[in-house]
């Protein structure tokens, strides 16, 4: 019954598309320094997700942006560059944001289902939540290289004791998705075993489907259900560090008004309208400047219901979950960039490494792509602390300095390596070991 009104509501939204069809202005000439795109559409709720996950997703800069959405209809502005600062001129994007958000595009189907699980024979989707750990990344990463599976595209996000991933495996023989309900069980059960480790307070879940999602909308979301916006009675983080967000109420309009200035960097928006769509807010009203080194957005928004924020502890929780959306994507640590030829097993090796030498993971990106592996790793040592720069020199002599680079920060040595570089990942170094070998079999059993 609950399928059949899905589909009746997708049909009626599929009606009004029709007849009141979305344009989409791009111009060039307006503004000096970006790129003007102007959205005209019926309005719905989570339209302004949508509009912002497709312009985020072509890793497009956002500098300004005016919301509005009174009424049954929908306009957004935006000032665009790409992430050099330049106007956008490839008509190959220009004709993608034409697609995808103009009257030529296909239905964009609800977010409802755009998070959900579509059917996919190119690889499976594991999602995973639970208490970060130094070498959680390295123990997952060997689980899944013992059970035959290849990582091909992976996103891991921690935030306040939580950690979040994720993961796009194959099968290491078919290097196709794995369909087999068995192995998908164990492979869950397994997973499952060692995001709890020695946890008994918090839980762990693990989700194993044969589909695609949303990678980034997705980890907001697993983020949120784990409840990592509340602050422990142990929280450490410097409070001027924190996102300034405030929330009030303008009675004579009957909206709530929420402020946030934080460090500007790619992606805030979509971070910040992820969340309150998530918490089924309707964003009426927004100013967005980016274009300084601190960002401002200021919303107009009401609950889904038609109400504004009616308590102190509903403004509480808005305040925090927003302050946790904008953290979670925070780039804590040194950033390191491995990237070589692809194989089974990369990803357990490097993350072994890391492990071995006290650092802990506290954000990664995994993409393979024609063959090749280009992954991103932002470290801490095991007591939270920046890494010296003997520990780097070690971990870079181990896997190849020409593989393994510090990026964004000149205190440490991109040296060419005095050995040839042929020297790491090719020869016995690398060598797949069991978990037993690893000493992590007693955290399966």
């Given at each position: 019954?609950?399928?059949?009104?899905?589909?009746?509501?997708?049909?009626?939204?599929?009606?009004?598309?029709?007849?009141?069809?979305?344009?989409?202005?791009?111009?060039?000439?307006?503004?000096?320094?970006?790129?003007?795109?102007?959205?005209?559409?019926?309005?719905?709720?989570?339209?302004?997700?949508?509009?912002?996950?497709?312009?985020?997703?072509?890793?497009?800069?956002?500098?300004?942006?005016?919301?509005?959405?009174?009424?049954?209809?929908?306009?957004?502005?935006?000032?665009?560059?790409?992430?050099?600062?330049?106007?956008?001129?490839?008509?190959?994007?220009?004709?993608?944001?034409?697609?995808?958000?103009?009257?030529?595009?296909?239905?964009?189907?609800?977010?409802?289902?755009?998070?959900?699980?579509?059917?996919?024979?190119?690889?499976?989707?594991?999602?995973?939540?639970?208490?970060?750990?130094?070498?959680?990344?390295?123990?997952?990463?060997?689980?899944?290289?013992?059970?035959?599976?290849?990582?091909?595209?992976?996103?891991?996000?921690?935030?306040?004791?939580?950690?979040?991933?994720?993961?796009?495996?194959?099968?290491?023989?078919?290097?196709?998705?794995?369909?087999?309900?068995?192995?998908?069980?164990?492979?869950?059960?397994?997973?499952?075993?060692?995001?709890?480790?020695?946890?008994?307070?918090?839980?762990?879940?693990?989700?194993?489907?044969?589909?695609?999602?949303?990678?980034?909308?997705?980890?907001?979301?697993?983020?949120?259900?784990?409840?990592?916006?509340?602050?422990?009675?142990?929280?450490?983080?410097?409070?001027?560090?924190?996102?300034?967000?405030?929330?009030?109420?303008?009675?004579?309009?009957?909206?709530?008004?929420?402020?946030?200035?934080?460090?500007?960097?790619?992606?805030?928006?979509?971070?910040?309208?992820?969340?309150?769509?998530?918490?089924?807010?309707?964003?009426?009203?927004?100013?967005?400047?980016?274009?300084?080194?601190?960002?401002?957005?200021?919303?107009?928004?009401?609950?889904?219901?038609?109400?504004?924020?009616?308590?102190?502890?509903?403004?509480?929780?808005?305040?925090?979950?927003?302050?946790?959306?904008?953290?979670?994507?925070?780039?804590?640590?040194?950033?390191?960039?491995?990237?070589?030829?692809?194989?089974?097993?990369?990803?357990?090796?490097?993350?072994?490494?890391?492990?071995?030498?006290?650092?802990?993971?506290?954000?990664?990106?995994?993409?393979?792509?024609?063959?090749?592996?280009?992954?991103?790793?932002?470290?801490?040592?095991?007591?939270?602390?920046?890494?010296?720069?003997?520990?780097?020199?070690?971990?870079?002599?181990?896997?190849?300095?020409?593989?393994?680079?510090?990026?964004?920060?000149?205190?440490?040595?991109?040296?060419?390596?005095?050995e040839s570089s042929t020297r790491f990942l090719f020869g016995g170094l690398f060598k797949s070991r069991s978990l037993y070998n690893l000493g992590l079999a007693r955290s399966y059993s």
């Amino acid at each position: 019954m609950e399928a059949d009104s899905w589909d009746m509501n997708d049909e009626y939204e599929k009606f009004i598309r029709r007849m009141n069809p979305p344009r989409v202005e791009i111009d060039n000439e307006t503004c000096k320094n970006a790129t003007v795109i102007r959205v005209d559409s019926a309005n719905k709720h989570g339209i302004l997700l949508e509009v912002v996950q497709v312009l985020t997703d072509l890793n497009l800069i956002i500098t300004k942006a005016y919301i509005s959405s009174d009424g049954g209809w929908f306009m957004d502005v935006f000032n665009v560059t790409d992430c050099d600062g330049k106007k956008l001129i490839d008509e190959g994007i220009l004709d993608y944001i034409r697609k995808f958000l103009g009257a030529d595009s296909h239905f964009i189907p609800s977010l409802r289902r755009s998070v959900g699980v579509q059917p996919s024979n190119d690889h499976t989707s594991i999602e995973l939540t639970g208490t970060d750990r130094p070498g959680l990344l390295s123990e997952v990463s060997a689980v899944l290289t013992d059970l035959k599976c290849n990582v091909v595209n992976a996103e891991v996000w921690t935030h306040n004791t939580r950690a979040a991933a994720v993961m796009h495996v194959t099968d290491e023989i078919t290097g196709s998705a794995i369909m087999d309900p068995e192995r998908l069980s164990k492979i869950k059960k397994l997973l499952c075993n060692v995001l709890k480790g020695n946890n008994k307070t918090r839980a762990a879940k693990t989700v194993v489907s044969v589909g695609v999602t949303h990678t980034e909308r997705r980890l907001h979301q697993m983020m949120f259900a784990d409840r990592d916006y509340e602050r422990s009675g142990h929280d450490t983080t410097d409070e001027n560090l924190r996102p300034n967000v405030t929330v009030v109420n303008w009675y004579d309009k009957d909206y709530s008004v929420v402020t946030i200035r934080s460090r500007d960097r790619p992606k805030l928006l979509f971070d910040t309208v992820c969340t309150l769509t998530d918490m089924e807010y309707v964003v009426f009203h927004a100013n967005v400047d980016a274009e300084r080194p601190e960002a401002y957005q200021e919303y107009y928004i009401r609950h889904i219901d038609g109400s504004p924020v009616n308590s102190e502890a509903e403004r509480e929780r808005v305040i925090q979950c927003l302050e946790a959306a904008i953290e979670r994507r925070v780039s804590e640590g040194l950033k390191l960039e491995l990237c070589t030829s692809d194989r089974v097993g990369l990803l357990s090796d490097v993350t072994r490494i890391f492990r071995e030498n006290s650092l802990s993971v506290t954000r990664a990106e995994v993409t393979t792509k024609g063959g090749k592996a280009i992954n991103t790793f932002y470290v801490r040592d095991a007591a939270g602390n920046p890494v010296d720069a003997k520990t780097i020199d070690a971990i870079r002599q181990a896997i190849g300095q020409t593989i393994l680079q510090v990026k964004g920060n000149s205190d440490y040595s991109n040296s060419p390596p005095q050995e040839s570089s042929t020297r790491f990942l090719f020869g016995g170094l690398f060598k797949s070991r069991s978990l037993y070998n690893l000493g992590l079999a007693r955290s399966y059993s």
